[in-house]
């Protein structure tokens, strides 16, 4: 919205910084941090009186978790408000993919806070069934990709971009639309699977959005699009200002959800990042770069398809316990070591991603 004001440089050349991108990406940075830590507090008290006894805790979970009854969940909240907020104040308005983007990550939010109200008020971990989740799910990412399919460049279209190779896409057709779909309910489903320690999944969204916002900046530029040789997208480079907010937001959520957390983000903060992951990795054609800078989300969710394959084909677990994180404290490691260790393992492989888009 705020990009308007670039009409006024014939007043002022301070106006003009408005046209820039990189500009309103820091302004959107800002914004979503501060209104995440004004929030923060008022948030925290509002969540704990409505909930009383917080969140549920898994019984068959590390006996160290059993300290944290009473946290307020729903955290997310804090992080759509700040986010969508500031992407509207800085994004331009007539940008089509960032109306898709918003879409996914407020309608994936709005599931989750369903989830999260039903675990609240019934008093268990179950929450929204798996069946009425996905479909939901579902329903909006074939909304968002009808818009993205309709805006992307006709070549490229129902494309996947290969990394590591110049020029070198996969045609899929009608079946983008089903690959589409997968990608944005995977990442959103890997991001809430990795979200069970303190600070554990926030760090690595805010990593991979960084990174996103990197490549959404230079896919929707011509001049470093053809210099790196990856595909060049129009109107992508406004989706670096949803992940400077999205940031951030995680930034200012991270304050206050640091260990000992005095606040969860809930499905209602996983999901709805996960699934604005996937989505503009699908806009900006690096969907299975995605897989790299967010290994630390596929890692956590391969764990739990192994344990739960291994249990029902072998009657034995492979893990002490899943998600993975959970295997590492059962072996005795602390909460904050393993935090730490899987934002080292992030922080790697979002540089072992970002290498793609010059190693063609």
Same mark, same amino acid.
């Given at each position: 919205?705020?990009?308007?004001?670039?009409?006024?440089?014939? *007043?002022? &050349?301070?106006?003009?910084?408005?046209?820039?991108?990189?500009?309103?990406?820091?302004?959107? $940075?800002?914004?979503?941090?501060?209104?995440?830590?004004?929030?923060?507090?008022?948030? *925290?008290?509002?969540?704990?009186?409505?909930?009383?006894?917080?969140? !549920? &805790?898994?019984?068959?979970?590390?006996?160290?978790?059993?300290?944290?009854?009473?946290? !307020?969940?729903?955290?997310?909240?804090?992080?759509? +408000?700040? #986010?969508?907020?500031?992407?509207?104040?800085?994004?331009?308005? /007539?940008?089509? %993919?960032?109306?898709?983007? @918003?879409? #996914?990550? $407020?309608?994936?939010?709005? =599931?989750?806070?369903?989830?999260?109200?039903?675990?609240?008020?019934?008093?268990?971990?179950?929450? =929204?069934?798996?069946?009425?989740?996905?479909?939901?799910?579902?329903? *909006?990412?074939?909304?968002?990709?009808?818009?993205?399919?309709? $805006? @992307?460049?006709?070549?490229?279209?129902?494309?996947?971009?290969?990394?590591?190779?110049?020029?070198?896409?996969?045609? =899929?057709?009608?079946?983008?639309?089903?690959?589409?779909?997968?990608?944005?309910?995977?990442?959103?489903?890997? $991001?809430?699977?990795?979200?069970?320690?303190?600070?554990?999944?926030? #760090?690595?969204?805010?990593?991979?959005?960084?990174?996103?916002? =990197? +490549?959404?900046?230079?896919?929707?530029?011509?001049?470093?699009?053809?210099?790196?040789?990856?595909?060049?997208? !129009?109107?992508?480079?406004?989706?670096?200002?949803?992940?400077?907010?999205?940031?951030?937001?995680?930034?200012?959520?991270?304050?206050? /959800?640091?260990? !000992?957390?005095?606040?969860?983000?809930?499905?209602?903060?996983? %999901?709805?990042?996960?699934?604005?992951?996937?989505?503009?990795?699908?806009? #900006?054609?690096?969907?299975?770069? %995605?897989?790299?800078?967010?290994?630390?989300?596929?890692?956590?969710?391969?764990?739990?398809?192994?344990?739960?394959?291994?249990?029902?084909?072998?009657?034995?677990?492979?893990?002490?316990?899943?998600?993975?994180?959970?295997?590492?404290?059962?072996?005795?490691?602390?909460?904050?070591?393993?935090?730490?260790?899987?934002?080292?393992?992030?922080?790697?492989?979002?540089?072992?991603?970002?290498?793609?888009?010059?190693?063609?």
């Amino acid at each position: 919205m705020l990009s308007w004001l670039s009409e006024l440089k014939d *007043i002022s &050349i301070f106006f003009n910084l408005f046209n820039y991108v990189s500009f309103r990406t820091g302004g959107a $940075v800002l914004t979503a941090f501060i209104m995440s830590l004004y929030m923060g507090p008022r948030m *925290i008290a509002w969540l704990r009186s409505l909930q009383g006894a917080g969140q !549920p &805790i898994r019984d068959d979970g590390p006996e160290t978790h059993l300290k944290k009854v009473g946290t !307020p969940t729903m955290g997310g909240l804090m992080i759509l +408000i700040s #986010v969508t907020t500031s992407t509207l104040l800085w994004a331009q308005w /007539n940008n089509l %993919l960032v109306w898709m983007a @918003l879409l #996914v990550m $407020v309608g994936f939010g709005a =599931l989750g806070f369903m989830d999260d109200y039903l675990k609240l008020t019934k008093r268990n971990t179950d929450g =929204l069934s798996g069946k009425k989740k996905l479909i939901g799910q579902s329903i *909006i990412s074939l909304i968002a990709t009808i818009g993205i399919v309709y $805006v @992307l460049p006709d070549d490229i279209q129902t494309d996947v971009a290969i990394p590591f190779f110049k020029d070198f896409f996969v045609p =899929l057709g009608y079946f983008f639309f089903l690959w589409s779909i997968l990608v944005m309910i995977g990442a959103s489903n890997a $991001v809430n699977l990795t979200d069970g320690l303190d600070g554990l999944a926030i #760090v690595p969204v805010a990593i991979a959005a960084a990174c996103f916002g =990197l +490549i959404a900046y230079l896919v929707g530029r011509v001049d470093f699009s053809e210099y790196l040789q990856i595909p060049y997208v !129009p109107g992508t480079a406004e989706l670096a200002i949803l992940c400077g907010a999205l940031v951030g937001g995680a930034m200012g959520f991270l304050w206050f /959800n640091a260990p !000992p957390a005095m606040i969860f983000m809930g499905d209602t903060g996983s %999901l709805s990042m996960g699934g604005v992951l996937g989505t503009i990795s699908i806009m #900006v054609k690096h969907e299975l770069v %995605l897989a790299i800078i967010g290994g630390l989300f596929v890692m956590e969710t391969v764990s739990v398809i192994i344990q739960v394959a291994s249990f029902k084909l072998r009657g034995k677990r492979v893990f002490l316990m899943a998600p993975i994180h959970h295997h590492f404290e059962k072996k005795g490691w602390s909460e904050p070591t393993v935090v730490i260790r899987f934002w080292i393992i992030a922080m790697v492989l979002a540089l072992i991603g970002l290498s793609t888009l010059k190693l063609r």
